[in-house]
C-alpha cells in the first residue's frame, strides 16, 4: 500500500462514527425489532426518584458491545426533570416525540418541542425539565456508559430516594450531580 492511500483510509476510518466501527454491531450477530410501546430487555422501568417518567430500553448497551444505546422515555412528570449533571464518557442526544422539555447545557438554556433535537457533549454539565403534562422522548448515548444500569437501579427502589440518595446512584452509575433539578421558567 502506498502512503497516500495508507494515510487515506487511515483518515476515513478516523472520521467514521465509533458506532460504525463496532467489532460486531449486535452481541448475538443479527438484527432486531422493537416495536413500539415496548422496551427490549427490561419491559417498562418506571422511574422514582428523579421523576416518575417510564423508560423503554431499545437498544442495550449489550447489543452493541457497549458503543450506543437507544432509549424511550415517557414524561409523565410535569415541572420536573434531572438535576444538573456530568456524564464523563458518553455523549448523549435527546429527541422530542411528543410535547415540551426545557433544556440547560452548560450555561445556555433551549426549549424544544416537537421534532427538536438537543446535543449534549461530555463533560459539559446539562439538565432537562418537562414543560408540557406529557411528552415522549428518544434519548441517544455514544459509548453507551451505565445510563441503562442507573435506570434499572431506580425502577428497583422500594422507596422514593432522597437526594444524596439519587446523588449515590448517580456516582456509582459514571454520572456526578453537580446542581439542582432545572427550573420550569
Do not use: C
Not at 9 to 35: C, H, V
Not at 43 to 62: E, M
Request: proline share 5%; charged share 20%.
Amino acid at each position: 500500500m502506498n502512503r497516500k492511500r495508507f494515510i487515506t483510509a487511515g483518515f476515513a476510518g478516523l472520521t467514521m462514527p465509533a458506532f460504525a466501527r463496532t467489532k460486531k454491531a449486535d452481541a448475538r450477530g443479527k438484527g432486531f425489532k422493537i416495536s413500539a410501546g415496548e422496551g427490549r430487555i427490561h419491559g417498562h422501568l418506571k422511574l422514582k426518584g428523579v421523576n416518575s417518567n417510564v423508560l423503554d430500553v431499545k437498544i442495550s448497551g449489550t447489543d452493541t458491545n457497549g458503543d450506543f444505546a437507544l432509549f424511550e422515555q415517557t414524561s409523565l412528570s410535569p415541572g420536573r426533570g434531572t438535576p444538573l449533571h456530568i456524564h464523563p464518557s458518553q455523549d448523549e442526544v435527546f429527541y422530542v416525540l411528543e410535547g415540551a422539555y426545557l433544556f440547560q447545557v452548560g450555561d445556555e438554556k433551549y426549549k424544544l418541542a416537537v421534532g427538536d433535537s438537543i446535543f449534549l457533549p461530555r463533560n459539559v454539565p446539562h439538565a432537562w425539565t418537562q414543560l408540557a403534562q406529557t411528552g415522549k422522548m428518544l434519548v441517544m448515548l455514544q459509548p453507551a456508559g451505565k445510563l441503562e444500569t442507573f435506570f434499572v437501579t431506580m425502577a428497583g427502589l422500594d422507596h422514593e430516594p432522597s437526594k444524596e440518595e439519587v446523588a449515590k446512584v448517580f456516582a456509582a452509575n459514571e454520572m456526578q450531580v453537580v446542581g439542582p433539578p432545572l427550573k420550569a421558567e
